[in-house]
């Protein structure tokens, strides 16, 4: 019974331990060693494999990104070109309508006459109308 409870340390390849308890049956030891041998061939299978997809197409992954940066930096610096040029160009316009809208304003204030009333003398003209339209309104 003291051997049931007794530890065996089995290493892995990663230097990490498990502990098992002592099998009795010898074969099941057998067993289990092959087993994690299999396990530990199998990973070393993989670990190869990684290592020959790894050195095969880590350039390629390596070349697509630093594209991939490239090619964003440029939309980027373009898109703040066209926005300055869309705004300079916006800019100009109002300019433009602006000074239109101020030149067919100054037309218009030309087109007054000089002479015109001001807008006191309408006030008392105003005032004159309605009070000879009331007297004679009266009588």
């Given at each position: 019974?003291?051997?049931?409870?007794?530890?065996?340390?089995?290493?892995?390849?990663?230097?990490?331990?498990?502990?098992?308890?002592?099998?009795?049956?010898?074969?099941?030891?057998?067993?289990?060693?092959?087993?994690?041998?299999?396990?530990?061939?199998?990973?070393?299978?993989?670990?190869?494999?990684?290592?020959?997809?790894y050195s095969k197409y880590f350039?390629?992954?390596?070349?697509?990104?630093?594209?991939?940066?490239?090619?964003?930096?440029?939309?980027?610096?373009y898109n703040i070109n066209s926005?300055?040029?869309?705004?300079?160009?916006?800019?100009?316009?109002?300019?433009?309508?602006?000074?239109?809208?101020?030149?067919?304003?100054?037309?218009?204030?030309?087109?007054?006459?000089?002479?015109?009333?001001?807008?006191?003398?309408?006030?008392?003209?105003?005032?004159?109308?309605?009070?000879?339209?009331?007297?004679?309104?009266?009588?």
């Open positions: 019974m003291d051997d049931l409870n007794e530890n065996v340390t089995l290493r892995l390849r990663s230097n990490e331990t498990m502990s098992f308890y002592l099998l009795q049956d010898d074969e099941m030891k057998k067993e289990i060693r092959e087993l994690f041998e299999s396990e530990r061939h199998k990973l070393r299978l993989n670990q190869i494999a990684r290592e020959m997809v350039p390629f992954f390596m070349i697509a990104i630093a594209a991939y940066l490239i090619l964003s930096l440029i939309w980027v610096f926005y300055r040029k869309q705004k300079k160009e916006l800019i100009e316009k109002e300019r433009f309508y602006l000074q239109l809208e101020n030149k067919r304003l100054l037309e218009r204030y030309n087109e007054v006459p000089i002479d015109a009333p001001t807008s006191s003398e309408r006030i008392e003209d105003i005032k004159n109308i309605q009070i000879s339209d009331y007297f004679t309104a009266q009588s």
